[in-house]
Nanobody, 125 residues
């Protein structure tokens, strides 16, 4: 079992930056593949970025080059740095985790059993 708590959301102007954090409970965080998803009102939950246990990363095309996902196993945390934000990035952002010591990267919401409560990101244009 792992519990996830996101933080760092807020209101930012278009073109600005925002960093999200996801703190995880448990002693085996390093064996979990982590990901970020987002959901705008009336839309499906979409994949944003993922990082494997070995630190390999994968991004949605819409955020590639603007967002950076990272992890700190010593801190049981992963992070999403968002730069050059656009109005269409506005959504509730969720951190997710799945046991994946093999190093696989997963990107579909139904592949992740553990979720945080979400944090709102609003980008004003």
């Amino acid at each position: 079992q792992v519990q996830l708590v996101e933080s760092g959301g807020g209101l930012v102007q278009a073109g600005g930056s925002l960093g999200l954090s996801c703190a995880a409970s448990g002693r085996t965080f390093s064996s979990y593949s982590m990901a970020w998803f987002r959901q705008a009102p009336g839309k499906e939950r979409d994949f944003v970025a993922a990082i494997s246990v070995s630190g390999n990363t994968y991004y949605a095309e819409s955020v590639k080059g603007r967002f950076t996902v990272s992890r700190d196993n010593a801190q049981n945390s992963n992070y999403l740095q968002m730069n050059s934000l656009k109005a269409e990035d506005s959504a509730v952002y969720y951190c997710a985790a799945v046991w994946a010591p093999s190093g696989i990267i997963l990107t579909k919401p139904n592949e992740f059993p553990y979720w945080g409560q979400g944090t709102q990101v609003t980008v004003s244009s």
